[in-house]
């Protein structure tokens, strides 16, 4: 089958209303590919103004949610909210939640499991730290944070689900995951998801890439049969995350 390639922007803590009008504006005068889902993921104060002014065939993403959807959780955002104010998508699972806030796979699926109840799709993130890829267990640590999803969705949620591959050591460093690398990885993703969840669930989930993704690189990377997308970080704040979008062309 043909899964319909996925580019996502993830613009984390940047931005302000000024830059969020004046790249909607760059976004919606670019050429996207129709056989193209693109989502932009934007902070949670811009997501109104953004849904508002981005093109309509693109999508907004929150960048992180919790896991109920309502209460006594001070500065917690629910999917519902994310819903509420435009957003379709929610990206899950961010190295830079995992290492830098402690959070776990198992926290993660949780918020898996309310973001898809809740009407979003997810854009879920796992990879590997340097010392984890050196010492031989990228898999191993890739697999460990599936496997917390894998046994809170069901089957038919993965259709619901794009799987971003991000080598924490190639997030804004500059280093790229050789397209023989990304390769390798998502080639073993679908295996796992093959072995544990089904063969069509592995057949048809999509995997972006993410780390240093840009419109130099974009192209040769998009030539490998498992890749399927981009997570794109910087790039996605630029003009270029257009070069990017178009990267199958």
């Known amino acids: ?29 670019g050429k996207s590919p129709a056989d193209v889902e693109v989502v932009i993921g934007a902070p949670y104060v811009y997501i109104p103004l953004l849904a508002d002014t981005l093109r309509k065939d693109w999508a907004v993403a929150g960048e992180n949610c919790y896991v109920h959807a309502a209460g006594a959780y001070t500065g917690e955002i629910s999917p519902e909210m994310l819903a509420d104010v435009g957003a379709k998508w929610v990206i899950l699972g961010h190295s830079e939640r995992r290492h830098i806030l402690s959070e776990s796979s198992e926290f993660t699926a949780q918020k898996v499991v309310k973001a898809l109840a809740a009407g979003l799709k997810v854009a879920l993130c796992v990879g590997e730290l340097l010392e984890e890829r050196e010492a ?75 780390g240093s993704v840009s419109g130099k690189n974009c192209k040769e990377l998009a030539q490998k049969p498992d890749v399927d997308g981009f997570l794109v970080g910087g790039a996605s704040l630029k003009p270029e995350f257009l070069d990017i979008v178009s990267a199958t062309q």
């Open 1 to 29: 089958m043909t899964r319909t390639f996925w580019v996502g922007g993830n613009w984390k803590m940047n931005g302000s209303v000024a830059s969020v009008k004046d790249l909607a504006a760059t976004f919606n005068a």
């Open 136 to 210: 031989g267990t990228t898999q191993v640590v890739v697999n460990s944070q599936l496997d917390a999803v894998v046994s809170a969705v069901s089957e038919s949620d993965w259709a619901n689900i794009v799987i971003a591959y991000e080598p924490v050591w190639a997030i804004g460093t500059g280093k790229v995951a050789s397209p023989e690398q990304a390769q390798e990885v998502h080639a073993a993703i679908r295996e796992y998801l093959k072995a544990v969840v089904s063969p069509k669930v592995a057949e048809e989930t999509r995997i972006a890439y993410g």
